[in-house]
């Protein structure tokens, strides 16, 4: 099980809620994925933000699945956008799907992506205990 250090006695709240650590228990798998852009399977990409934000989680979820394991066993996201203000679209897509779960997470600002269209890639670190 992980365990979650979100310490606002002694540091300064994240403004999204994010832990300021998550805690690996020993012996558990780790996980680690690619960024995950919101490209559909035929490769299309949406052009709303929001819906971009719902393939990347759709995929992710896909690939958590692919080791048995789900978004409660993410350990850190690292986000990357193309506008600062996509970060609340992030927020309210991810509260949908990890629910209570704020793991420890990055954000970045960042150029264009290289695909067209792509506003947001999300990657994560994962680990389940046996």
Do not use: W
Request: aromatic share 6%.
């Amino acid at each position: 099980m992980l365990k979650v250090h979100t310490l606002n006695d002694r540091l300064c709240p994240h403004t999204n809620n994010a832990a300021h650590g998550v805690e690996i228990p020993p012996g558990a798998r780790i996980l680690f994925t690619n960024g995950q852009v919101g490209a559909r399977q035929d490769g299309t990409v949406p052009e709303d933000l929001v819906e971009q934000f719902e393939v990347i989680f759709e995929r992710l979820g896909h690939v958590l699945a692919a080791s048995d394991m789900g978004f409660a066993d993410v350990v850190k996201l690292t986000v990357y956008v193309t506008d600062k203000a996509h970060l609340d679209a992030f927020h309210r897509v991810r509260a949908g799907h990890m629910k209570d779960h704020n793991p420890a997470a990055t954000m970045l600002v960042v150029g264009p992506f290289p695909r067209a269209g792509v506003q947001a890639e999300v990657e994560v670190v994962a680990a389940k205990a046996g």
